[in-house]
């Protein structure tokens, strides 16, 4: 059975819940190591009213704090960077065959002066690799081009060699058969009249084909078209060309099973595919869904 690292996010959120609620259910899949310290587990556990299960493996993160439910905090926002840190410490020792991960909030890692914008931004500078964020369930999977950049600053990011580059990244990752590819402008540009970042995607697109000797990447795809039902009978795999662009129609159809992986590094990590929470966090009755979580950990135990 794989050894599965955890790491807890923040700690104002609903990730302690999510794994104590569902200890007993990734225990059939895995072994669970859960990187968080004996004493804010208790405290956590005590605010939620549930009991912390005896085979519950701990790696004690350090941080001692106060929790605040549903609340933007430094120390919370350190916790939960400390927590995925040694999560990656686990992986790269051999000591755990995967990591994935709970939610954290930005603008807490902000307040605790942390520099990384979110879990792949990270893992992209401690393996200086080009991660790839991908997210979706088995019924679609949308990779993000561009992240979280501003939307501004999109049009200038799509460049020939960074884009061929991708799609060669992606294609090595998840040996896909056939992948949609989104244009930027509307209506994918209408031949230059709405804009011509099409041009560089489109060239993109052929080139890797013919590096492959194989049609896998189709585009330049309409983004408002290319989610419609009929066009999603014809592709598993989407890749848009910024946040929004693909997450907006993914989560509107699979909000609940979708997960976040992060491909092209040399460790497996998946993560939740939904935030904190804090409007929920700690309130009993709260209903929380354990669909995401449970998928996250299938997807790297399958």
């Known amino acids: 059975m794989k050894k599965i690292a955890i790491s807890l996010g923040d700690i104002n959120g609903v990730g302690v819940q999510l794994a104590l609620q569902n ?17 804010l587990l208790k405290k956590a556990a005590k605010k939620l009213d549930l009991k912390i299960p005896k085979d519950f493996k701990l790696y004690k993160t350090k941080g001692d704090l106060k929790i605040k439910p549903g609340k933007v905090s430094k120390k919370s926002g350190q916790f939960s960077y400390d927590s995925f840190k040694d999560a990656i410490k686990l992986a790269k020792k051999k000591k755990v065959d995967a990591i994935c991960t709970l939610p954290i909030n930005k603008e807490s890692w902000s307040k605790a002066g942390i520099s990384y914008v979110g879990h ?18 088995e019924d679609m999977y949308v990779a993000l081009y561009t992240e979280h950049i501003p939307l501004k600053k999109v049009a200038s990011s799509i460049t020939y060699d960074k884009l061929y580059k991708f799609l060669q990244d992606f294609y090595k990752s998840e040996k896909p058969s056939k992948v949609a590819v989104l244009g930027l ?35 330049c795809k309409v983004p408002d078209i290319i989610f419609s039902p009929n066009a999603r009978k014809n592709y598993k795999y989407f890749i848009a060309m910024y946040h929004d662009q693909g997450l907006a129609p993914l989560k509107a159809l699979y ?45 790297i135990t399958n």
């Open 185 to 219: 402008n509307p209506h994918a540009g209408d031949n230059g009249v709405l804009g011509d970042e099409e041009l560089i995607i489109t060239k993109a697109i052929n080139d890797i084909n013919k590096n492959l000797k194989q049609n896998i990447f189709e585009g």
């Open 255 to 299: 909000f609940d099973k979708s997960i976040n992986v992060s491909l092209n590094l040399p460790i497996l990590r998946t993560s939740v595919d939904h935030g904190t929470a804090f409007d929920i966090a700690y309130k009993k009755n709260n209903n929380l869904s354990n669909l995401s979580y449970i998928n996250a950990i299938k997807k």
């Open 23 to 39: 200890h007993k259910t990734i225990s059939k899949l895995c072994t669970p190591i859960y990187c968080i310290n004996k004493s």
């Open 120 to 137: 792949t931004d990270m893992l992209r500078d401690i393996f200086k690799k080009d991660a790839i964020m991908m997210l979706g369930c």
